[in-house]
């Protein structure tokens, strides 16, 4: 287990579909983070598992967002009737009990046309 | 509420010249923890550095130092000796103390800086 995998890495879509993306976390992390990085800009959160349990969403997770951790493992991000201004970089992060650094993966580029 | 600005956009130096990039932080928090991560061209962010507030002895690894000054709110890094690899979008973070509060740690990115070394 070498690091947090994202897949898919690149995601194009027409304006109006359903998109799902996956994180797999080092597999010792209990938290893991999702965040969204649009050009030109700094990572902006999206929300927070413990576990399996989603802790915390920020409010840039609109009601067409929906995030889960099934077992606390892999994690699932999907964007339902995706729109124009979603086309963004996700990435996902992991952590063990935040007691360290951050580990990011890849990230999934999203682009909506 | 907390808040990181890096208020330099972007930066371009020749190779062989010292630079130095700017993060200035907001935070309520007594604990806190600051970050410093590289993003290459290739879109990972690449994990630099971890300081808690209550550390303030600077750090140098190899080319690579920060200096963490709580009184001014700053946690600068300075690359010695740039090289043209170390070209790439420098993000500055910032997350609260872990399960206190009910904080998640999650990070409070600032907006980066894009260094540019040429040869």
């Known amino acids: 287990d070498t690091g947090v995998s994202q897949n898919p890495r690149h995601k194009i879509t027409k304006r109006g579909q359903n998109v799902t993306f996956r994180c797999d976390p080092i597999?010792?992390?209990?938290?893991l983070y999702w965040y969204r990085q649009t050009l030109g800009q700094g990572p902006e959160f999206l929300t927070y598992f413990q576990n399996e349990a989603q802790l915390e969403k920020s409010r840039l997770l609109s009601d067409r967002f929906s995030a889960e951790r099934p077992k606390g493992s892999f994690s699932t991000l999907e964007i339902q009737r995706t729109e124009q201004g979603d086309s963004a970089m996700y990435l996902c992060a992991s952590s063990f009990r935040g007691l360290d650094g951050y580990t990011f993966g890849s990230g999934t580029r999203l682009t909506v046309v | 509420a907390q808040k990181v600005t890096q208020a330099q956009t972007e930066i371009s130096v020749v190779e062989k010249e010292d630079v130095t990039l700017d993060c200035v932080y907001e935070?309520?928090?007594?604990?806190?923890?600051l970050f410093w991560y590289k993003q290459p061209p290739s879109g990972e962010l690449v994990f630099l550095i971890r300081r808690n507030s209550f550390d303030e002895q600077n750090e140098i690894s190899g080319r690579y130092s920060w200096n963490f000054q709580k009184s001014t709110s700053s946690f600068n890094f300075t690359i010695t000796a740039s090289q043209v690899v170390d070209s790439a979008v420098y993000f500055c973070a910032l997350s609260g103390p872990v399960g206190v509060s009910g904080n998640t740690g999650k990070l409070i990115f600032g907006q980066g800086t894009t260094l540019q070394v040429k040869p």
């Open positions: 597999s010792e992390h209990n938290r």
């Open positions: 935070t309520r928090d007594t604990t806190y923890y």
